[in-house]
């Protein structure tokens, strides 16, 4: 189903989140040398404002808390995933966070 957006342009519906296992630990968090990329929700604290965003390094997503994130294989796959989690309503986000990462912990931090 497509929408008009005020500009004339049609956009996707969004869809639903899939729950996904969130494969944190500080092997994974290194940078990758292009082999890698990480989608990822982040907030200063987990009652504000959720940041979505592609990124290769988790560890340089500074001064954010890591809550949620998916290893890719290549970036344009990873900013496409980014830019459909950033249409999501805000309880979406929140909901993918608690079945994945109950205690709300910073993933990027060092275990």
């Known amino acids: 189903m497509s929408a008009q957006s005020p500009g004339g342009r049609s956009k996707k519906a969004a869809s639903k989140p899939t729950a996904r296992k969130a494969s944190g630990s500080a092997g994974l968090l290194a940078p990758t040398h292009g082999t890698a990329f990480f989608v990822y929700i982040a907030g200063a ?15 340089g997503v500074t001064p954010l808390f890591v809550y949620w994130f998916e290893r890719l ?10 830019a459909r989690i950033e249409t999501w309503p805000h309880t979406w986000k929140v909901q993918m966070i608690a079945r994945t990462n109950p205690e709300w912990r910073d993933l990027a931090a060092p275990a």
């Open 45 to 59: 604290d987990p009652n504000g404002t959720l940041t979505v965003g592609a990124t290769g390094n988790l560890a």
């Open 73 to 82: 294989d290549d970036i344009p796959a990873a900013r496409a995933l980014a």
